[in-house]
Every structure is written in C-alpha cells, then in structure tokens.
C-alpha cells in the first residue's frame, strides 16, 4: 500500500486500509504520525475531514407516523369493519369495543416497534466515551467523539477501545472481543503483521471498537473512526436490515383477504339474487346482507389470537425464555432451522481439563464445569493418581503455576480469573491437590507472568524439605524447547520430541486447547526467578487438553430437535477445530466438514445456499457470513430461529423469523435486536420454546376450527333464508349475540389448551402452508352444514307446528349456541377423540366457559329484558330437549369423522394437504 503523498495539507485514509498487513512503521508513516502523536492543529484538521468518532442515529419516523402506520394491518380492518357494521345497526356498545380493541392493537405495535429501534442505540452506547492520547508529545484525555486517524491512544487494563487500533507498542495486551468475534477468551495482541485475508478474530495487531481491555498496556495508532469501524459496519447491516413478519402473520394476512373478498362478493351476490330474482325490497335485502356480513366476519379472531399468544408468553417465560415480541410465540412452532452460537449456549462456557497426556499414558478426566468432581481413568478404568507419579506431578505443576481461584459459594463453583487457570484447579480438586495445600506444602517465592513474547508463566516454590523447584505452563511447543527430558511412572527419561509431537497433533484434533506442563529443581535457596532460569533443563510432565464441553441438556434437546424435525446448526466466531469437535459431541455435523467464515466469504449467493443446507458447523464466522447464512435459509423456504449473544450476532438476530438473544452474557445490542431473550442462555430453554411455540399454533388452528363453522352455520341459516324466501331465522341482533357469546365465552377456552402429545414427534409445518388446509375447508364446511340443518331445521319445524316466529328463532338461536358447545368439546383435539377423562375435563377452562355460556342462554331465552332487546321467547322443556338433540347431531357426526380420517392411512397428510 503506498503512503499518502506528504505535500497533501492532511492524510486521507486510503479506500482498502488493510492496516494489519502493514508493519507498525508503515502504519505511522502512512497516517502522518509519530511517537509525539498529532498536533492539535493538524487533529482539528482531521476531524473537519472524517468526522467525529460517533456512530450517527439512523433516521426514524416519528412518533404520530408511526402509530398511524400500526393501523395497516388486516387484523384491523377486519375489526374495523365490524365495528362500521355494528354501527350500522345501533350497537354501539358493541362498536366502541371493537374500536377500543382496535386502537389497544395499535398502541401495543407502537410500544414494541419503539423497541426494536433502541437496538442501534445499544450499539452506539459501546463507544468509549473518553480516550487517553498523545498530542504534541503531551498525555492527555479527551472526548473519544475527537479522535482522528493517525492519532496515539494508549491502553490499560479496564479501558474500553475507543476506535480501531494498529497496535504498535503494548505489555501483556488482552483483549475481549467476544461481543464483536464471540471468542470465548480473551485475544492475546501483540504487533506482528497478518495476513490481508485474516477474519477479525485473528487480527493480533488490531484493537477494535468497543472491545474492552482486561489486562495489560499498549499504544496504537487510530485507523478507523465512527462508521469506518467493525462496530460501525455491524451498525450499519443493522441499519440496513428490515426484519421479517412471522409466517402466522403472513398466514393471517392472506387468510384474512381471501375471507374479506369470499364474503364481500357472498354479500354482493345474494343482494342481487333477493332484489333482482326474488322481487325483495332492496332496503330489507341490505339489512339481511348486514345479519350476513355480521355472521360471517370473525370479530373474535384478532382478540383470541393475542390473548393465546399473551398466554404462550406467560408459559415460556416460566420456562426461562423472555419473549420481547408476541408474534415470536408462534413463529417459534414453525421453525425448521436453529442456527445457534457454541459458547455458553451449547457449551457450558467452563473450561474443563478433559485430557491429561503424560509420558506412556493417556488420561481421560471424568466430570464438567468448575465442581472439582470426577475421577481420571485409562481406558474407562478408574486410577489411583498415586499410582502415577508423572500425573501427581503434573497436577501439582498445574495448581501451583497458577494465579486464578476457585470458589465455592452454596453449591455453586466458579473461577475468578483466567478460565484455563480456573481449568487446572479443578482437575487438582478431582486428585485431591487443592490450592490452599499446595499454598501451604509449596510457598511461592517468585514467579514470571505470562508474556505473548515467551508465552509461558513459571513460578518458583520451596517443598517441605526446603528443595527449590521452578514449575512452567505454556503453549506446546515452547515448553517444548525447554525440555531436556520427560517424567515418566518409572523415572526420568529422554525426551522423545516427535512422540510428544504426535501427542499434540491428536489431542488438538479432537478440538482441545493445549496447555504443556514442566518442571525443574533449582538451587536450595534461591529466591528469584529470571529468564535465564528457563532457557533448559526442565523436565515435561503432561500435555492437558482443555475444552468448553456440551451441556447435557443442550445434547438432549438437539436430538429432541432433530427428532422433531428441526436442523440445527452452529454458527460460533471459535476455531474451526473446536467448534467440529464439540459439534460431534452434540450430533451436529457429525461426519461433515466445518465451512470457515472465510470459505462463506469467496462463496457466490447460489453457492451458499446450497452449502447452507448441507453442512451444519461453521467456525470464524464474521457478523457478514453470519446475516449471509441466515439469508441463504430464508432463501430455501426455510423459518430460521438465530442465537447470539454479541454485537456481531445483532444483524442475523435481526434478520431471523425469531431472534434468540443470551439474558445473561449477552450484551444490550443483542437483546435489543432480539425476540427472545433466554433467561438462563440455555440451547435447551429455545427446545423447550418451540415446543410451546407449537403449542399455540395448534390452538390458534383449533380455534379457527371452531369458530368459522360458527360463522359459517349462521351464514348457510341468512342465504338459504334468502334463496328459499323463508323468514329471517335470525335477526342481526340475534347474530351479533351469538357470536358475542362464542368469542367471549366459548372461543376464548381454546387458548388455554395444554400441549397435545406428540407434539415434537411432529416434522415442522410447511413454512407455505395456509391457515386452511384442504382438511380444514372440509370440516368447516361440515359442521357448517350441521350447525345450519340443526338451527334452520327446528326454525322450519315450529313454523309448521303452528309456534310463533319468535319462539322459532330462539329455537334457532338456542339451536347454533348449544351446537357450538358441543363442537367446543371436538376441537380440543383436531383428530385424537375426546369421549376420555382427558378428553371431556383436561382443560378446566372449557368447563368454566360451558358453566358461563348455559346461564348466558337461559337469560337470553326467558328474562324479559333480554326478550325484549332480541326478541326472543320462552321455551319448554320440549323445546329445549330438540335444541339438544340439534347440539348431539354436531356431536356425534364430528366424532365419527375423526375416527373415519384416523383409520386413513394418509390421516398426517390430509390435516396439512
């Protein structure tokens, strides 16, 4: 890359500022800067040309467009016209609920919608408000929105970076990146040059934005402000991202349009045969076309369906899964893709000695987490440690060169600093070496700290016999040059470098971190250590192999997700190899390659989506490759649940159907771009999700079922009135009574229905498929037909009886209601029947809302101001016999029904065809 020409007034940041492939001199040179930093002049400069170091807010509508906007929704214009027909015939208590309904709808899309905007300010809110820099040679602290390219920031432990950084000096520089690479432990820095093609993760030389410090110093020149930044690009894809509606929404949607079209040209069409062909007056056509509009408009559906949806939140959130937008319920049960991060959510996120390498034996450590429980064994037979010296010793090694801690507060175990320090405690615990004896039989008297130059720790202690021994930990292969000889069972032996080789390669291949334990006697006495004491000498104890392990529950619920039909995926910023092993482990991509974000990085979209659906595991995934895959499912038709936890997941979690953010380790950025929020970041708790997300949209389709055949009875009893030029059975009011009596009392019982078993037994419903299968037109239009030969039969039989019309529309009136509470009872289940103990008393709620709906009808039927209101009349005990019998038709043909669809051999297939 050639450096700006100097005679330019000031530097511009070149179009592909590749900073980690350039040296640290390079850098300086390129950004016109120096050890003395910029001057002030020259920074105001800068700052006139690039900027402040701020991510700008998007551009929002505001607050009125907004919540007049919540309004474009054909839930609330199936309300509204409900209300407008209400109004039409004088009820206007009836329109002012279904107006207030209308507006509460609204007023709830604005609150939530308000909410999914605060996700870009969570980003924004991760800037460093301050940052330390030097100008004219001068340390000084200043506004982090005024720093420039080309200026000096320095770092300490606990600072927050305030802009993109080329490291060019730093002391023990750690950095944690998990928000912005969901790297689990901190990123060791130092300034050698990378690769161009090198993914974030890897990038040793750079300090990001918004990344916080947790040990060390450095010195880095500033490369990249505001939206130049990563975080800037992560905010920017959230910016640009417009998240999805669910597929019950799009199903309601449709469904919706197609029943207001179906009814405006029923309504249309029998206006015209009554006038036209019958000889009506128009004036009493249009008021039998309102009763038929009011029969046929479901005015309970948006209400049931926000209060099932409000219950499945209740349910989940006692499951530990915090729903944040109440469609997300349901687009839970249809998902057929959970794409899921590794650490913490799959993983226990405490790292665990599983492995113990020592000279002629392999070690398997039993136990997972921080409890120091377990037992070691070879081969499956559990060892005495004392029986093995090398393995005593290399224990002692990794509980001595150590400054984490282990605590244990009521049951609960955790570390206190480094998670692999933390690691080595624990397998002391499980042999029976613990921090505090070692403290006591081995006193430190020196130590050296861990320095990514040498990268070894080494401290020196005194044994009870007043011997000195220096005991080191470190990456392979530089202990390795350190050794002069291994410990083996039988004594002391030479170092066989290419077997220890060999050891590191398999043990790295099953996606263990590796971690070289030694050991030297030094001078009796000595109380210092230096560098020169490490040159040579020591003698290797083990190799460990350390890892994050599955969690057994996440296990468990991955099989219940494949066995319900649901792929999952892991999508981790981890290595390639860790995240294929711990894969294995949890039976996600077993036997299939891990694709790096890299290799998505040179894919084409068709290749992508291609390669999204055959592998399962993808290791180094950047918040590109992340939204990308997310895309390429959506693209194949598939509902794709997404969780995360950092920065980088925002935009994916965004994009998905449902986006699953970690309530405990994630950050603000991820909730706030989330749907869900897992109280306990567990993979389990999103199993348990869509098992309840299943749930629901089985009552939603249940009460569907049951109410259109409702509307649909009353809509046959109003046309077939009009083609046979009968009398009106029923009067609008009468209509508008029954259907306030099913949605209010019957309907609303169908939301509290517990989940039929089976459920996850089920593949994932087709994410086309409408809300009326071929099935489901057939029901309604068969207990329509019941429910209308029921209430017009006995209407046509009083008529003929000589009854006067009043009493035969009550007979008819009772005739719809009682008809529907038996078909209450049916819909519990769609096929299953329901003359059992479960059947006929497993939800308490169908029995309260029968119990409310009897005196409901009583009153309706015999006081005298409800006669007078609707024009009803009295009945007798033989009357209310035949209204019963009309009820027992609907009863007993659905169930025989059932029973004929479940002897069918393609009975799955008929409910979803």
């Given amino acids: 890359m050639t450096p700006p020409n100097r005679s330019s007034k000031h530097a511009k940041v070149p179009a592909k500022p590749l900073w980690h492939t350039l040296g640290t001199d390079q850098t300086e040179e390129a950004l016109r800067t120096g050890p003395q930093g910029l001057s002030e002049t020259e920074a105001r400069e800068r700052l006139a040309t690039h900027g402040p170091n701020r991510l700008a807010p998007p551009r929002q509508r505001g607050p009125l467009l907004r919540f007049v906007l919540q309004f474009h929704n054909i839930l609330l214009y199936v309300m509204l016209g409900s209300a407008l027909i209400t109004a039409l015939l004088g009820h206007w208590v009836d329109t002012g609920v279904l107006l207030m309904a209308v507006v509460v709808n609204a007023f709830i899309g604005f609150v939530q919608e308000g909410k999914a905007e605060s996700a870009l300010n969570a980003i ?35 600072d927050r970076v305030p802009a993109d950084l080329r490291l060019v000096t730093h002391k023990e520089l750690r950095v944690d990146e998990s928000a912005l690479t969901g790297e689990s432990l901190p990123a060791e820095k130092d300034i050698s040059t990378v690769s161009p093609d090198a993914p974030v993760g890897d990038r040793r030389c750079m300090a990001y934005s918004g990344t916080l410090v947790v040990y060390g110093q450095a010195k880095g020149v500033v490369v990249a402000t505001g939206i130049a930044t990563e975080l800037g690009k992560v905010n920017q894809m959230l ?33 015209a045969l009554g006038t036209w062909l019958r000889g009506h007056d128009a004036s009493e056509m249009f008021m039998m076309v309102v009763a038929l509009a009011a029969s046929a408009i479901p005015e ?18 006692r499951r530990h899964a915090i729903i944040r937008r109440l ?86 175990w955790s ?16 042999t029976g070496f613990t921090q505090e004896q070692g403290a006591q039989a081995w006193p430190r008297r020196d130590s050296i700290p861990f320095e990514s130059q040498h990268r070894f720790m080494a401290t020196l202690h005194q044994d009870g016999d007043g011997d000195a021994w220096i005991f080191a930990k470190g990456a392979p292969e530089r202990i390795l040059d350190m050794c002069g000889s291994q410990l083996a069972h039988d004594g002391e032996k030479p170092l066989d470098v290419d077997h220890w080789r060999r050891m590191a390669t398999d043990t790295a291949a099953q996606g263990l971190r590796l971690l070289a334990l030694a050991c030297k006697r030094a001078d009796a006495g000595k109380a210092q250590l230096d560098m020169a004491d490490m040159e040579h000498g020591f003698m290797l104890l083990a190799l460990v192999g350390i890892i994050d392990p599955p969690r057994e529950e996440a296990m468990q619920a991955v099989r219940e997700c494949h066995h319900a039909g649901i792929r999952v995926k892991m999508i981790t910023g981890d290595h390639a190899e860790t995240a294929r092993a711990i894969g294995a482990q949890l039976g996600i991509g ?29 290791a180094r995934a950047s918040p590109e490759h992340k939204l990308r895959l997310v895309q390429a499912l959506q693209e194949n038709q598939q509902v794709v649940a997404m969780t995360g936890d950092g920065v980088n997941d925002a935009p994916a979690l965004k994009r998905a159907d449902v986006g699953v953010a970690m309530g405990k380790k994630g950050t603000e950025a991820a909730k706030e771009a989330s749907d869900m929020v897992l109280a306990d970041d567990n993979f389990a708790t999103i199993a348990a999700a869509v098992r309840e997300g299943r749930a629901v949209y089985d009552n939603l389709k249940k009460f569907v079922l049951f109410m259109l055949p409702t509307n649909g009875g009353e809509a046959m009893v109003v046309i077939a009135a009009i083609l046979f030029e009968l009398t009106l059975p029923l009067t609008p009011a009468q209509v508008l009574w029954i259907n306030m009596v099913t949605s209010s009392t019957l309907g609303l019982a169908l939301a509290f229905e517990p989940a039929e078993r089976g459920l996850m037994s089920r593949a994932p419903r087709p994410p086309g498929e409408a809300l009326l299968s071929g099935f489901f037109v057939w029901r309604v239009l068969m207990v329509s037909a019941l429910m209308m030969t029921g ?16 009493v035969a529309r009550t007979m008819a009136v009772n005739a719809v209601v009682v008809a529907e509470m038996f078909y209450l009872v049916n819909s519990r289940f769609i096929l299953a029947p329901v003359l059992s103990r479960q059947g006929l008393t497993g939800n308490r709620m169908v029995l309260w809302a029968l119990a409310a709906c009897i005196p409901l009808q009583w009153a309706f039927t015999h006081t005298p101001l409800m006669q007078e209101i609707f024009g009803s009349a009295d009945l007798s005990v033989l009357e209310w016999a035949k209204v019963l019998g009309a009820g027992l038709l609907v009863f007993i043909v659905a169930e025989l029904e059932k029973f004929v669809i479940r002897r069918s051999p393609m009975a799955g297939r008929l409910v979803h065809a």
């Fill in 124 to 158: 924004r809110a991760m800037l460093s408000p301050h940052a330390m820099v030097l100008r004219d040679g001068v340390q000084r602290e200043i506004d982090a929105a005024a720093l420039v390219p080309g200026d000096l920031v320095l770092l300490a432990s606990g």
């Fill in 415 to 430: 570390v206190v600093g480094d998670p692999t320090e933390g690691a080595l405690l624990v397998l002391g615990g499980k």
């Fill in 791 to 806: 209430a017009l039969g006995l209407f046509l039989w009083e008529l003929q009886a000589g009854s006067s019309i009043e």
């Fill in 300 to 317: 309970g559906l948006p209400a049931i369906m926000t209060v099932t949806l409000a219950l499945g939140v209740q349910r989940m959130a």
């Fill in 327 to 412: 469609p997300a319920v349901e687009a839970l049960g249809s998902v057929t893709v959970i794409c899921s991060d590794k650490t913490g959510t799959l993983t226990r996120n405490e790292m665990t000695v599983q492995r113990v390498v020592c000279a002629g034996h392999v070690f398997d450590v039993g136990g997972v987490g921080y409890a120091p429980v377990g037992d070691c064994s070879i081969d499956g037979r559990t060892i005495d440690v004392a029986r093995y010296p090398a393995l005593g010793m290399a224990v002692r090694a990794g509980v001595l060169c150590n400054d984490a801690r282990l605590n244990e507060d009521t049951g609960v």
């Fill in 239 to 271: 910016a640009g991202i417009q998240s999805l509606t669910t597929p019950l929404l799009r199903q309601v949607d449709h469904f919706g349009r197609v029943l207001a079209v179906v009814i405006l040209g029923i309504s249309a069409l029998t206006f």
């Fill in 590 to 618: 077993a036997g299939k390659p891990a694709i790096t974000g890299a290799e998505v990085a040179l894919m084409d979209d068709a290749a992508l989506r291609s390669v999204a659906m055959e592998v399962d595991v993808f």
